[in-house]
């Protein structure tokens, strides 16, 4: 039986209906205690969670562009903004964690509210607008953290634009960012897709994104893998420009999809909290409303690619079912966060069992043979 979905849930969400923003950070406290491993009580829960909720078996392990991935589930941008609980999510069962979003302006960001459940659809509403402390306070805190940082997991870093810088010194200020972080992430992360931002979402054009790409080319003689990630409601010809981009630039891959603008097929009317319809509210919608895009996204890209620039497939991910949908698309590596909150910590070690199920059926012997399969047929 599943307590968190047996009660917990049921209890924050429906009775006590607690506010999701709220929550979130009181979740994020918890975490960061238990990330303290010189804490005897916080490593002896610690062990605790590795010991339910992890799964390790080497079919499911990957090396790509340099970094070992235990598993192809990783946590998803959004959830540990500002990186205060980078050593617990190994713990928690995931192969890989993306910090951030983060700008190198520290940024409180929209007004509240600004998280929305949408449990009728298993979607998310938010419009948080990058809120965070900064890449300089990020940058110390990994740095202080290092020495302690037990991790063995890739730990990337999502960089957005901050908001009071302008569109056209956009390039600079992600550069700012990754000059304070690059020795501290495993991988980066360009993001300019988040709606939340004020064309922010422009940045994806072809001109302005060579524009930072070009500067980060420059300063990564290390050649940390960097990622662009892209929203789902670009037009194809849009994609292909950014896949172009991404050879010419030798991207280490693209992460699709972010949030959606779109509203199509909601069965939610009204958000308690506000007394408007979603189609009245700002924002980007996560979860499953967002998942068949995604995986059209991600087929797109490996079908343009023949499969050669690897993929984070990212969007309505609940099921081993939508795990190995994305992954036979064209994924090499996928994340979660909207289906997490609400199918609750097991939700991994359930689809990593899952996939292993998916392998066995299709005759296969690791997760790397299953990339792409349906379009390989």
């Known amino acids: 039986m599943d307590i968190y979905q047996v009660a917990i ?39 605790r969670l590795q010991h339910s909720l992890c799964l390790k078996d080497p079919r499911l392990g990957q090396n790509l562009f340099g970094l070992n991935f235990p598993n192809p589930l990783g946590l998803a941008a959004g959830f540990d903004k500002d990186g205060i609980a980078a ?22 960001g929209n007004p509240r509210p600004r998280l929305f459940r949408l449990p009728l659809d298993q979607a998310a509403l938010n419009r948080m607008g ?15 953290d290092r020495q302690e940082l037990a991790c063995s997991i890739p730990i990337g870093i999502n960089l957005g634009k901050s908001k009071v810088t302008p569109l056209e010194a956009a390039a600079g200020d992600y550069l700012n960012s990754f000059r304070l972080l690059k020795e501290l992430g495993d991988y980066f992360v360009v993001n300019v897709s988040s709606p939340n931002t004020p064309g922010l979402r422009s ?31 670009l037009e194809w010809e849009a994609i292909a420009d950014i896949i172009a981009l991404a050879k010419t630039y030798q991207l280490a891959g693209i992460i699709a999809t972010n949030t959606t603008i779109r509203r199509d097929g909601l069965k939610t009317q009204v958000i308690k909290q506000t007394g408007k319809s979603p189609l009245d509210e700002a924002g980007g919608i996560s979860g499953a409303p967002v998942r068949d895009r995604s995986t ?31 992954i036979t698309a064209g994924a090499s590596l996928i994340q979660v966060y909207t289906g997490w909150i609400y199918q609750g910590p097991m939700m991994v070690r359930r689809i990593l069992e899952g996939l292993l199920l998916y392998l066995e059926k299709n005759k296969l012997n690791s997760i790397t043979e299953a990339v792409g399969t349906c379009e390989k047929k």
């Open 9 to 47: 849930s049921p209890l924050l969400f429906n009775f006590l209906k607690t506010d999701p923003e709220w929550l979130h950070q009181q979740t994020i406290r918890s975490l960061s205690w238990l990330s303290q491993t010189s804490n005897p009580s916080a490593h002896w829960v610690n062990q």
């Open 203 to 233: 940045l994806q054009d072809a001109s302005m994104l060579s524009a930072i790409l070009d500067l980060l080319h420059q300063e990564n003689p290390a050649q940390k893998p960097i990622f662009v990630k892209i929203a789902p409601d």
């Open 87 to 108: 050593n617990i999510w190994s713990s928690l069962g995931f192969g890989f964690a993306e910090l951030g979003t983060v700008t190198f302006v520290a940024q409180p």
């Open 130 to 144: 990058f809120n965070n402390s900064g890449a300089a306070a990020m940058a110390a805190r990994l740095a202080q």
């Open 296 to 326: 059209e996204v991600i087929r797109f890209i490996w079908q343009q690619t023949q499969g050669k620039i690897p993929i984070i497939g990212v969007g309505g991910i609940f099921t081993p079912e939508d795990a190995w949908e994305k």
